[in-house]
């Protein structure tokens, strides 16, 4: 079964500060790793996707097949980053369907 | 074309009642998914069409439920006989089919059902 395990429900941080939102997941094969994001009041968009190797207003995230996990890093937090984040998982490339979220981590930048 | 939209945005009703909710997906996508959030938790897969074809279901999707998407277009999710566990948000997405890459799944805003 595949599982994403997002530690942190809450994470809050000064404006400038480094963030890091943590990202665990299980899962047999090869899977494709998101991170999805929710500003208040918006719908639920796409962030950054791991086979992109993109960086999006400043995040990036790495997959660590030996550690199973897809860490969402930022070196400057901004107050509009401030959102809903959510770990994702789908199966391998080709199958391309349903989407395996975590629980969310919800971060707050501070001024 | 603003996207995928999703009618009605709330609704509140009586536990053993139905209600229909309907999605229109961006129009020149041909999957479309429904997914279940309730407080505290990420969206949970329900089910996704391809075109017309229901390909999956999840467990989740208790015989109450049912989903169509009868031309390829708009889907419905129907579910008869609400009990309270069933207040949620429910979302829908839709993609397109494009090789084997990843296809983004672009998510409408949700039907927030209370069942009272």
């Known amino acids: 079964a595949q599982r994403v395990t997002q530690p942190e429900k809450l994470l809050s941080v000064f404006k400038g500060a480094p963030v890091e939102l943590k990202c665990n997941y299980s899962?047999?094969?090869?899977?494709?790793l998101f991170w999805y994001v929710q500003y208040s009041r918006q719908r639920l968009q796409l962030l950054l996707r791991?086979?992109s190797r993109e960086s999006i207003k400043g995040f990036t995230a790495d997959l660590n097949k030996g550690e199973t996990s897809f860490h969402l890093k930022k070196p400057f937090a901004q107050e509009e980053d401030s959102a809903m984040y959510y770990c994702?998982?789908?199966?391998?490339?080709?199958?391309?369907?349903?989407?395996?979220f975590g629980k969310g981590t919800l971060l707050t930048v501070n001024p | 074309d603003t996207g995928v939209s999703q009618n009605p945005r709330h609704k509140i009703t009586k536990r053993g009642q139905n209600v229909t909710f309907r999605c229109d997906p961006i129009?020149?996508?041909?999957?479309l998914y429904w997914y279940r959030q309730t407080l505290g938790q990420g969206p949970e897969f329900l089910t996704y069409?391809?075109?017309?074809?229901?390909?999956?279901k999840s467990r989740l999707l208790s015989d109450r439920f049912s989903a169509e998407r009868p031309k390829g277009s708009f889907s419905t999710l129907e579910i008869q006989r609400t009990e309270q566990g069933d207040s949620a948000m429910y979302l829908c997405?839709?993609?397109?089919?494009?090789?084997?890459?990843?296809?983004?799944?672009?998510f409408g805003p949700g039907t927030r059902l209370t069942v009272l």
């Open positions: 997405a839709s993609s397109e089919t494009t090789g084997i890459t990843y296809n983004e799944q672009f």
């Open positions: 899962y047999s094969g090869s899977p494709e």
């Open positions: 791991h086979i």
């Open positions: 994702a998982l789908s199966g391998e490339r080709g199958s391309n369907y349903k989407l395996t």
């Open positions: 129009s020149e996508h041909n999957r």
């Open positions: 069409f391809q075109n017309e074809a229901q390909l999956e």
